[in-house]
């Protein structure tokens, strides 16, 4: 059997990170760089998962919203594409991982806060809450503003016609 590229694996390792299972990182990786969109019969073949694997994973990634079906031309076989661009991607995946695990994490909390009164309980919600309400601010920017976002410090927004990540340079007193 001839050897999978790394390529799949390092992205299964990087999905893993937001809670994607590691059939769904290798398929997404795979349709993500197809020069076509793959099939599930493609995904199989390339690399060595079981096609109930593939199944599993491109519902997965459906579930996210990392692909999307598209039809070729006299074929009735489903084939996958993937957003380009990888700023798009990440804010796909916070916004999975917002839906998926912080929100179902809060309303835990709220119910523990709500049966016991205890403060450190309601601290770690109010924290919580903070960091999913920043969570889902990204995830409602398109990719270009989530790019400048991130490529900008931390308490600086990205200035109108200077890229992101560019300080202005301050002239010296003296």
Excluded at 29 to 36: V, Y
Excluded at 43 to 71: C, P, Q
Excluded at 110 to 116: D, N, V, W, Y
Aim: charged share 25%.
């Amino acid at each position: 059997m001839p050897r999978t590229p790394p390529y799949p694996d390092i992205v299964a390792d990087l999905g893993a990170i937001f809670g994607m299972s590691r059939p769904a990182g290798q398929c997404f990786a795979a349709i993500w760089r197809a020069g076509l969109p793959p099939c599930a019969d493609d995904l199989t073949a390339t690399l060595g998962l079981s096609r109930s694997n593939v199944s599993t994973a491109l519902k997965e990634l459906r579930d996210w919203g990392l692909i999307s079906r598209a039809r070729a031309p006299g074929d009735r076989k489903d084939h996958y594409t993937a957003p380009p661009d990888p700023w798009e991607i990440v804010r796909l995946l916070l916004s999975g991982r917002q839906r998926r695990t912080i929100a179902p994490a809060l309303d835990r909390l709220l119910s523990a806060e709500a049966e016991t009164g205890d403060v450190r309980i309601a601290a770690l919600h109010a924290a919580l809450a903070a960091i999913s309400e920043r969570m889902e601010a990204f995830a409602t920017l398109d990719a270009a503003d989530l790019a400048a976002r991130f490529l900008t410090g931390p308490n600086e927004a990205p200035a109108e016609g200077r890229p992101a990540g560019k300080k202005k340079k301050r002239k010296k007193k003296g």
